[in-house]
């Protein structure tokens, strides 16, 4: 796993970079989404991604997204341009969606988690909305 230092906090604090991708389409249930989102946050240049002015559909099936890094270590990072590997605890949401438009078209009833799902964006009042964190679960 990789990530980019955006700035150092204190001698044991970081903030990270997020990879951004602009005006797409991701479908929450979707297995290849699924697949390729978290190919991204395990492969890719960055462990959190910010989806902004996305379409976000969700149909009510599950949803396997990596949603949650929790004291995720021995991850390649670069600061000031040099490539680095340590052991970096981080921790926090994966997804984050910024301005983004939801369509939710559920055609019966989806299960308990999905309804949590549902209820908990649909529950979060600002432009940037985030996965809620859940410690090794998936919807």
Same mark, same amino acid.
């Given at each position: 796993m990789r990530c980019y230092v955006a700035a150092v906090l204190a001698p044991d604090k970081i903030t990270v970079n997020r990879a951004l991708y602009q005006n797409c389409q991701i479908t929450l &249930?979707?297995?290849? &989404? &699924?697949?390729?989102i978290n190919a991204l946050l395990? +492969?890719?240049?960055? /462990? !959190? /991604?910010? !989806?902004? +002015? %996305?379409?976000v559909i969700y149909r009510g099936g599950r949803i396997n997204l990596n949603i949650e890094w929790k004291n995720l270590k021995n991850v390649h990072y670069a600061l000031d341009g040099e490539m680095g590997k340590g052991t970096v605890n981080f921790s926090g949401?994966?997804?984050? !969606?910024? &301005? %983004?438009?939801f369509d939710f078209s559920i055609p019966s009833a989806p299960?308990?988690?999905s309804q949590a799902l549902t209820k908990s964006l649909l529950a979060q009042n600002t432009n940037t909305l985030t996965l809620p964190p859940r410690p090794s679960t998936h919807y």
């Open positions: &249930d979707s297995e290849r &989404d &699924d697949q390729r395990l +492969h890719g240049e960055s /462990i !959190f /991604i910010t !989806f902004s +002015h %996305c379409l949401n994966t997804l984050e !969606f910024a &301005d %983004c438009l299960s308990e988690r």
